[in-house]
């Protein structure tokens, strides 16, 4: 019979070697830093919090999603085989300002969707889809009212007879002042249109979500400050 203290250090070696073997079975993914959601799908679907290590019994064509607030998604493609160790160790990168100000620049609302402002980002992009929508229907409004000004100025000036202009004149008058106010009403709305635009940008410069981003670069940060009843725009730098 052994002796109990061989007996408990050879469990502790058996018990070891399991996990190790464990271990070196499984899929892990680490990442830094850690605390983000991984997902996994292929012929099974599992997730789990960084580090994980899934033993799962997972083989084939899998696409991993790796997701964390405040930083951009990974997004991969992988082979998995049972059996086989494998480990997937990822920098996420942190959203920035700029990302989000180029998005907005051209679409307005993408932006504040990228920084996961996802209700602000579809606000500023209906907003913006619907100034634009009044912009083209006043556009085509201004048009027609253009034509019809122009072609009762033809007859007007086609006119020999100078009571026949008298009695037509106000009939000219009141297209004029049509064309004017369709062109009143579309300056409005491509105003409307651009305000939308200049605010979402403005939005998404001064608003940008500041988080506890781990980061070892160093970085210049333009905040508002509206303390005091003011405002005031604060410069940091962090090393």
């Not at 160790?89 to 993408?110: D, H, M, V, Y």
């Not at 007859?155 to 202009?165: E, L, N, P, V």
């Not at 009939?171 to 635009?197: C, F, N, Q, S």
């Amino acid at each position: 019979m052994l002796p109990k203290g061989i007996l408990v250090i050879s469990i502790i070696f058996i018990i070891s070697g399991a996990l190790s073997a464990q271990e070196a079975s499984g899929f892990s993914v680490v990442t830094k830093p850690t605390g983000a959601e991984v997902f996994i799908a292929g012929d099974k679907v599992v997730s789990g919090v960084t580090p994980v290590n899934f033993q799962q019994a997972l083989e084939g064509n899998y696409r991993v999603s790796i997701k964390k607030d405040g930083y951009e998604t990974y997004k991969s493609s992988l082979f998995l085989q049972s059996g086989i160790g494998r480990s997937l160790n990822i920098t996420l990168k942190p959203k920035t300002r700029f990302k989000a100000f180029s998005r907005s620049f051209f679409i307005p609302g993408w932006g504040q969707t990228y920084a996961d402002q996802k209700f602000k980002g579809g606000l500023f992009f209906v907003a913006t889809a619907g100034a634009l929508a009044s912009f083209l229907i006043a556009d085509n409004e201004y048009d027609d009212k253009v034509g019809i000004y122009d072609d009762y100025f033809d007859r007007y000036d086609a006119m020999t007879s100078i009571g026949d202009k008298e009695q037509f004149y106000p009939i000219l008058a009141e297209a004029r002042k049509d064309a004017y106010d369709a062109e009143t009403i579309r300056r409005v709305t491509i105003g409307a249109a651009i305000a939308v635009w200049g605010l979402n940008l403005l939005d998404v410069i001064f608003f940008f979500p500041e988080k506890n981003i781990e980061s070892g670069t160093n970085s210049l940060t333009v905040v508002p400050d509206f303390e005091q009843g003011g405002g005031r725009l604060v410069l940091s730098h962090r090393f």
